[in-house]
């Protein structure tokens, strides 16, 4: 019954709820992020950090830094975060949390088939890849030549099985075949954990359906435009866009025959909240569209707080952690470049 | 270092400094003004030919010599100036004195100047050519930093899973992009190397030869056939060129950011700009060596 959850939420929720909440309030700052972006050095920021919850985890890190170890250390403190909530949770809430584990499973798949495909080393590869998205088996997946092996050889025991009905071919993987797949995967990952929310019902419901509409929104603007100027036909395009969201389906198909950034544009402006994301971009940009999304996104998952005894707060949570990891890379980045005066093109202040 | 002694020897010769003044305020003469920047420390330009000169040995010896040269002879560096600005280039004072001080060589006046001429031919081009080598510099210095940001906006964009150096491919494949090196000919004892870019290899022929970035031979081509209009022909190499660019990008994916194009656009840019590098400073080296040779061959007179 809907309404009625603060009866029996906190039996088995209450606990991890909390310990949500209190993660939320260590996320970085406006006025933290306005100290990292004066920072000279790579150095500076990890002095910065020690001062907050990433502290433990980059004291240990010798000099001089690089950015990507700046990624890693922060990535390990949500892995770890992340990791006490899904041992201490019980169902459906371990469920809510594995699913979304799912997306990253994804990429790490392609990664190591990508990288396999390039002759690339598979040790190489396993340290690239993303620590919420390891599986047994992993692995095995550099044995694969096509989809049908890679089913079943590796991927019919994961979470990942039922989403490869729609994609199982005998053809030979190569680099458009395997980026089809993810698009794919993530399509079908996408729409199960829809229906999944959808079956939780109550305030976990209404607000995931928010959120993963806008998600699937948001690819699905994201494929449009990477794919104008490549060999993407119309439909295969039209196939890889989620079958829920604002955009479908008529959004969808006036997606599909873009030809270029201002017929984008054109199609979105015609929903009142894709509207005021594009009134902030001039005509023929892209560069700034992302940010512009990651800002709208920030702003629904904040809003994600504002109400109790739902699971929207872990998926909430977990997304914006992963925003502020993106800004610290970012901030990393333009320091370690010297170019402080970008900052501010791509940094996402959450609070 | 040498500047302060040479202008502590003007300010003892209060002649030779005033002229030095109107020499040095003709606008018409351009190698006076380059010859004062080279003494003199206004502009940041001069400062960078200033410290390339200061880092030359080669060039501090000319200076060196010419700075002897006037403490023997203040006098008559005045009346070098008199005749001209060109003298306070890296041209050496004898030249000029025996035109001032010896009648008798009259006779030997016109081989002299044609000498002279092309001296300066010479040292002008040569100075051209480190200017064109510092621009160069500059602008590649700002396409790659331009470049390095956008693959980092990608792969902030993308992912760091999507845009990583694991992704590179290390089958063999053939080179998309090739550098010829000729050897020109300038005089009988003298080769200057040019460097030519040659970029996208086509998939499509059989010997994986090069697309030729040069569009008047594809219209050379198509005339023997009868006249397609060259635009079209311009289309078509765009088209080929964007498609080999597209192919260069699958290593990261089929679907990839704008940012990563942007970012290939970027280095394809530097890459340009290198071989222009290139090609300055083997003309620079080449004109370096027309320089000296002539300083030379006037000392031994």
Redesign the interface.
């Known amino acids: 019954m809907y309404g009625f959850e603060a009866m029996t939420f906190n039996i088995h929720g209450g606990y991890l709820e909390a310990i949500v909440r209190g993660h939320r309030s260590g996320l970085l700052t406006a006025a933290d992020y306005n100290n990292l972006c004066q920072c000279e050095t790579l150095d500076d920021i990890k002095m910065h950090l020690s001062a907050t919850e990433y502290g433990p985890y980059l004291q240990n890190e010798p000099s001089p830094l690089h950015t990507?170890t700046i990624?890693e250390k922060c990535t390990l403190k949500l892995v770890d975060e992340y990791k006490h909530m899904l041992c201490q949770a019980t169902e459906p809430l371990s469920t809510f949390l594995e699913y979304i584990t799912y997306g990253h499973m994804i990429?790490?798949v392609v990664?190591i088939v990508?990288?396999t495909l390039?002759?690339?080393d598979v040790q190489?590869?396993l340290e690239?890849?993303?620590p919420l998205g390891m599986f047994d088996s992993i692995a095995t997946l550099a044995v694969a030549q096509n989809m049908r092996e890679l089913y079943r050889l590796v991927l019919v025991d994961t979470p990942l099985a039922p989403y490869f009905s729609e994609c199982i071919t005998s053809e030979d993987l190569d680099?458009?075949n395997?980026?089809?797949m993810?698009?794919t995967l993530y399509k079908a990952y996408l729409e199960d954990f829809y229906r999944f929310c959808q079956k939780l019902g109550g305030a976990t419901a209404e607000i995931m359906s928010d959120l993963l509409a806008f998600e699937a929104d948001r690819r699905a603007v994201?494929?449009t435009?990477?794919?104008i100027?490549?060999?993407?036909t119309r439909d295969d395009r039209r196939k890889l866009y989620s079958s829920f969201g604002l955009l479908y389906p008529y959004g969808h198909e006036e997606l599909a025959v873009c030809e270029d950034i201002d017929q984008v544009r054109g199609c979105m402006e015609k929903y009142p909240p894709y509207q005021s994301i594009f009134s902030k971009l001039s005509y023929g940009e892209?560069?700034m569209l992302?940010k512009a999304f990651y800002e709208e996104e920030v702003k629904r998952l904040c809003l994600a707080f504002e109400q109790q005894f739902h699971y929207g707060v872990f998926f909430a949570y977990m997304r914006l952690r992963e925003q502020e990891i993106?800004n610290l890379?970012?901030i990393s980045?333009?320091v370690a470049?010297n170019?402080k005066s970008?900052v501010h093109?791509?940094v996402v202040f959450i609070f | 270092m040498e500047e302060p002694k040479l202008q502590n020897l003007e300010e003892d010769d209060p002649k030779s400094q005033s002229l030095e003044e109107q020499a040095n305020k003709a606008p018409s003469l351009k190698e006076g003004s380059m010859s004062q920047s080279l003494e003199e420390d206004p502009t940041p330009q001069s400062l960078k030919l200033q410290s390339l000169e200061k880092g030359d040995p080669k060039s501090q010896s000319l200076k060196e010599d010419s700075k002897s040269q006037n403490v023997e002879e203040g006098d008559s560096k005045s009346q070098s100036l008199k005749e001209g600005p060109k003298s306070l280039s890296l041209e050496e004072n004898p030249k000029s004195l025996s035109l001032e001080e010896d009648p008798k060589s009259l006779s030997l006046e016109g081989r002299d100047k044609i000498a002279f001429s092309e001296l300066n031919e010479n040292s002008l081009q040569f100075l051209d050519s480190i200017d064109g080598y510092l621009t160069l510099l500059d602008s590649l210095s700002w396409t790659l930093?331009q470049g390095?940001?956008q693959l980092?906006?990608a792969?902030?964009?993308m992912?760091?899973?999507?845009v990583?150096s694991?992704?590179?491919?290390?089958?063999s494949h053939n080179a998309s992009t090739f550098l010829q090196v000729t050897q020109q000919s300038d005089t009988e004892t003298e080769q200057i190397h040019h460097f030519t870019l040659r970029k996208w290899a086509s998939s499509d022929n059989d010997n994986g030869a090069p697309l030729m970035n040069m569009s008047p031979q594809i219209r050379q081509r198509k005339d023997k056939d009868g006249s397609p209009p060259p635009l079209k022909a311009e289309t078509d190499h765009q088209h080929q060129l964007?498609k080999e660019r597209?192919k260069s990008l699958?290593?990261f994916?089929?679907?990839?950011?704008?940012?990563l194009r942007a970012a290939q656009l970027s280095f394809e840019s530097a890459l340009d700009a290198l071989v222009e590098i290139a090609n300055m400073r083997s003309l620079m080296l080449s004109t370096f060596d027309k320089v000296r040779e002539e300083l030379e061959a006037a000392k031994a007179k």
């Not at chain 2, 992912?159 to 999507?162: A, K, L």
């Open positions: 990507t990624v990429d790490n990664l990508t990288g390039h002759e690339r190489e590869l690239k890849c993303h680099d458009m395997i980026e089809i993810r698009n994201n494929i435009i990477n794919s100027g490549t060999e993407l892209t560069q992302d993106r890379m970012w980045e333009c470049q170019q970008r093109d791509s | 930093r390095w940001l980092a906006s792969r902030h964009s992912g760091e899973s999507r990583s694991a992704l590179l491919d290390l089958k964007q597209t699958l290593m994916g089929g679907l990839v950011s704008p940012k």
